[in-house]
Structures are given as C-alpha cells and as structure tokens.
C-alpha cells in the first residue's frame, strides 16, 4: 500500500510550467515525501524530498501544504526529457524500502 | 556523477534454470537493494542488504531468491529455479544510508526473460 494518492495521468507543453499534485492524508509526522521518477526504459531516479518546507533543487521544487495531506512537485520549465512516470512516495523514520504507487505518467507535448 | 551499474541489461533464460543478476553500487554506499517491474506493473521491493546481511526482504523474496556480496564491489541477485512469472525488469538500488531522508540511487535495470 502505497498510500498517497496521484492522478494517473498528466499533459503539459514544452517550456510550460507542470504541477503534479500527491494527497497523502493519511501522513504521520515523521514521514519524509520523496518524489521519484522514471523515464522510459530506465530506472526510478531521485527528484526531491523534504517533510514540511518547501525545498528546491536543480531539478524541480516541492511545496508541502501547511498540514502536510497534501504537496507538490513543480517542474518549473518542462521538456521533453522530462516526459516520465513521476512517484510520489511516503518515507517513515527507519525505513529502507521504496513502496511504488502506479505514479502520474507526465506527457509533454512541444 | 558516481552511478549504478548492471549487468547484463537482458538476460534471457529458460525456466527452471538459475540465474544471477550483478550490480556494482556506488562505491561509498552501504545499503543495497533489489527492485523488480513485471511489465506494465508497479516497481516492487524485493530485498535491502547492510553489512552483510539482509536487512528486510518482501513476501515475493521466497527460498528461490538470494542475494550476496561476494566482494568489495559487486552485489548480486540469484534466483535458483526461475519461472515464468520471474520475467521482469531488476532493478539494483543503493544508498548511503538508510531511513527517511536517504535518497536511493537506481541502476538502468535487467530485463530477465524467462521462456
């Protein structure tokens, strides 16, 4: 059980900025969101992650919403590369593994 | 950028015959795992591995299943008598360490083919 909730399907165009929103209602306070993607043909590969700030990196940003049920990872300028499957995963305190959802499959269109 | 190696990237085999997935993990990490991906499914968790012994493992990881580090570097995935049902996509991962905030680095894959 994965338990975050995203929708299965996203569109977007080329340059435009992409929202990708995850519910996680159900998140105790110790755990972390980690966004993952994966491109076709390869393997899941990190995004982001934070528990309650907003975070940025060089690859997109996530705002958590103030009571921690929900976020979002932003694609601030999308491409074509980053056409994928992007998982939104609930990370406990002391856990090792990764529980995929079916994830938001993300099309860019040019 | 330091990255997880697999090999081979297809292995195609016949059922009943044993098989065994490498990984070369990123060369500071300490935790390692395996993930598969039967086609069209979701990514599963196989097993994850610190210092020398597995650390967790999923219901799928049954007796057929075994993983080792037989050196420095490699980290490997046996399956003894593979089935139909065992074609998938393994993914190698590793990380750092373990817990919330640990990012896992994943491998490009195996695709195993079992005829």
């Known amino acids: 059980d994965a338990k975050t909730t995203q929708p299965n399907s996203m569109e977007s165009n080329e340059e435009e900025p992409v929202h990708l929103p995850c519910n996680h209602s159900?998140?105790?306070?110790?755990?972390?969101i980690h966004w993952y993607r994966q491109l076709p043909s390869q393997g899941p590969e990190y995004v982001i992650h934070g528990l309650t700030s907003n975070v940025n990196n060089r690859m997109a940003s996530l705002a958590i919403a103030e009571d921690r049920k929900s976020s979002t990872l932003i694609l601030h300028r999308a491409t074509l590369r980053d056409a994928a499957v992007y998982y939104c995963?609930?990370?406990?305190?002391?856990?090792?593994?990764?529980?995929f959802g079916q994830g938001t499959r993300l099309t860019i269109n040019p | 950028e330091p990255e997880v190696t697999q090999t081979p990237s297809h292995q195609v085999t016949q059922m009943g015959q044993e098989v065994i997935l490498r990984c070369v993990p990123i060369?500071?990490?300490?935790?390692f795992y395996w993930y598969r991906q039967i086609l069209g499914q979701k990514v599963e968790f196989l097993v994850s591995f610190y210092n020398n012994e597995i650390s967790e493992k999923s219901e799928i990881f049954d007796d057929q299943f075994s993983v080792e580090r037989p050196d420095g570097s490699n980290f490997t995935l046996k399956i003894r008598s593979t089935k139909l049902e065992d074609s998938a996509m393994y993914f190698c991962?590793?990380?750092?360490?373990?817990?919330?905030?640990?990012?896992?680095?994943f491998g490009p894959g195996t695709r195993l083919t079992v005829l």
């Open positions: 991962a590793s990380s750092e360490d373990y817990g919330s905030y640990n990012e896992q680095f």
């Open positions: 159900t998140i105790s306070g110790t755990d972390y």
């Open positions: 060369s500071n990490h300490l935790y």
């Open positions: 995963i609930r990370i406990g305190q002391g856990a090792q593994k990764l529980v």
